[in-house]
């Protein structure tokens, strides 16, 4: 399997909107990549406009398996108006709302990956309530507040398969960083605590899990 993408995914990587800085896309890719051995689909949670969706869908055709994203598409609260990650070009103009399902269509278009990708439409929750089988990898980059992070770790993480991979995106120790990655840090650490899953690796706001135990 490829250790990284191509120069033209990581061209689509870097042209999307979105936050995830490379060297967190190169970590993000190689996770895939091996987890997509297990032949499961490599699932994440918190769409944007797909910046991170491409590498995690370039991950998934090289190793023959789905990449499945799950987003509602009204933006976190971090992107609302008035909030410093707010972008008025993803506000429907008529509903005057956050609608980036548009963008990120047309970033899995540019990107020549949309028959590699479902996209489910939905609350995290509520998704993962009716979600039926396992998945190789779960990627939770949603909501900040501990209410969404850990109503996504708690949805998500049962349905990773034995020896997949749990990654949390934005975790920031610094209490400085509350509203952006305090929530995330704190799934970190519960998952940690659980005995259910073994760190990997770090790559800048980026930690890496296997599961190796039962529970979460």
């Known amino acids: 399997m490829p250790a990284e993408p ?3 995914i990581m061209d689509a990587f870097q042209a999307a909107k979105g936050f995830m800085p490379v060297d967190e896309g190169l970590a993000l890719y ?3 990549v091996q987890a997509g051995a297990l032949g499961l689909p490599l699932l994440e949670v918190g ?3 797909g910046r991170s969706t491409v590498l995690l869908a370039d991950a998934a055709r090289a190793c023959g398996v789905t990449a499945v994203t799950v987003d509602h598409h009204r933006g976190s609260e971090e992107q609302q108006p008035g909030w410093e990650y707010h972008d008025p070009e993803v506000v429907d103009p008529e509903l005057g709302v956050m609608d980036t399902l548009p963008t990120f269509r047309r970033t899995l278009r540019r990107a020549g990956l949309e028959g590699h990708v479902v996209a489910v439409v939905g609350r995290s929750p509520q998704v993962a309530s009716v979600w039926g089988g396992k998945v190789g990898l ?3 980059d949603g909501g900040h507040t501990d ?3 850990t109503a996504d770790y708690e949805g998500w993480a049962p349905h990773l398969a034995e020896g997949g ?3 949390i995106h934005d975790v920031f120790p610094d209490p400085v960083d509350e509203f952006t990655g305090q929530a995330p840090y704190r799934v970190h650490l519960r998952a940690l605590a659980s005995g ?3 760190e990997v690796s770090a790559h800048g706001s980026l930690r890496v899990l296997r599961r190796t135990g039962a529970g979460i």
């Open 196 to 198: 259910a899953f073994t």
């Open 30 to 32: 190689a996770a895939a």
């Open 6 to 8: 191509k120069p033209g």
């Open 165 to 167: 991979l749990l990654l």
């Open 138 to 140: 779960v990627f939770i």
């Open 47 to 49: 769409t944007y406009c």
């Open 147 to 149: 209410e969404h992070a």
